[in-house]
């Protein structure tokens, strides 16, 4: 077995099949210089730039790791190796309209937790490239990002039929990248996306640490931006929190506007079931709404599911939609949701072992069980320091710091504060 085949068994195992078929199978090792030096060729300049950015460091990492006689590694361009381009080896998927009926903004239902987001969103639809540019929408998973972009490319193309839209998630647009440098198609590549009038891009947090990406979508960003055509985004969180995204895409999308959509309060999602519910041709009791706004404390989108099945169940067996059929038919369902560690569900769970509502942990009196709840949520939840200070009562992320360090202390020298913190966690094992 040669070092280059070495490396490249050691390469399968740790990067994706697809990624391997893509980037390190048409590899050709040329041979090793005398000064320790691995010459490799590609199939084109793209390609090169790719394993270049992404790969070298590895290829070096097993070299070190496995004793090789190689510590330096040159690409060169073999256009002998390119693939044959056939009609059928590679196309882009349809750039026409993929929006849903059901993400209009008629459809999306407005609360004090999304109606900055939502208003910025219909501003944009209004006026495309002309109020915010780029507009950047963040939030958790199911709170509505991807509704609300795509109720922006909806309007636009009822009201400009003309315009030319797309929208793809940011894996989406890393994979037609990846094919149009394998396929030696980035010109086509670069006229699809750069002549876009509109260009919506969902979950950008995917790009992060994929730095040849980065590259091609900063020059895209720019393009568009120099050109007044409207860029949106969406992500699970704000620029400056995703990790390994680059400091110049950072700082261009703050050009904008940044709006964020946080997780819904009681009255939101009390709306938001009865709209459904009316949508399907059916009227909740307020007990049940209330019932089920209370007990689902995740986001919308399970939130939506559990109106489905409750349906579903009371349809099937004939009654009436009522607080026990509710409970019985969800039993499973809320047992799961309040396992699963988020702010909503540590803020109650506390607030139930301090015999509080969960509106008393904002209260200055309540001091220990509100640093208790965020303790627990910088340590059961990925959220960050100001997604935690937003949901208690827009506290700034210095005084949650603050908390953190202040109950992590008091564990070490307070036996029953420590069996306390102990217990709440178990709830969520």
Known sequence: MTEWECVLE????????????NWLEPV??????????LRLAVPNKDAKSWLEAEYISSILAISAQLKLSFHSVTVSVD???????????????????????????????????????????????????????????????????????QAVGSRVSVTSPQTKIIYVSAEEFMND??????????????????????????????????ERTQEEFFHTFNTLHNNGKQIVISSDSAPSAVKGLVERLKSRFSWGLIADIQPPDLE???????????????????NVLNFMATHFNSNIRELEGALTR???????????????????????????????????????????HYQLRTT?????????????AMYLCRKLTSASL?????????????????????????????????????KLTERFN
Do not use: W
């Open 177 to 210: 990248m990846v094919n149009s440098i394998r396929y030696d198609r980035m010109r086509t590549f670069h006229e699809r996306f750069r002549t876009a009038d509109i260009l919506l891009v969902d979950d950008i947090q995917t790009l992060g640490t994929r």
């Open 310 to 352: 409750l349906m579903a169940i009371a349809s099937i067996s004939g009654t009436g939609i009522t607080t026990a059929i509710a409970r019985q038919s969800l039993k499973a369902a809320l047992a799961e949701n309040e396992r699963t560690a988020t702010i909503a569900n540590i803020q109650q769970i506390v607030a139930s």
């Open 10 to 21: 050691q390469m399968r195992e740790q990067t994706s099949r697809e990624s391997y078929k």
């Open 360 to 372: 008393q942990l904002r209260e200055r009196s309540n001091v220990v069980p509100r640093q208790v």
């Open 268 to 286: 939101t999602k009390m709306a938001i079931l009865s709209h459904k519910a009316a949508e399907a041709g059916a009227e909740l009791p307020s």
């Open 386 to 422: 100001p997604e935690i200070g937003r949901a208690f009562g827009g506290k700034h992320h210095t005084t949650v710091l603050h908390a953190i360090s202040k109950i992590a202390n008091k564990r070490q020298g307070n036996e029953s504060l420590d069996t306390q913190i102990n």
């Open 28 to 37: 050709r090792a040329l041979g090793l210089d005398a000064g320790g030096c």
């Open 79 to 149: 256009s002998r190796l390119q693939e044959p381009r056939t009609q059928d080896t590679f196309t882009f998927d349809d750039p026409g309209q993929r929006f849903s009926e059901k993400y209009t903004f008629d459809r999306f239902v407005v609360g004090s937790c999304n109606e900055f987001a939502h208003a910025a969103a219909r501003a944009v639809a209004d006026n495309p490239a002309n109020v915010y540019n780029p507009l950047y929408l963040y939030g958790g998973v199911g709170m509505g990002k991807t509704h609300l972009m």
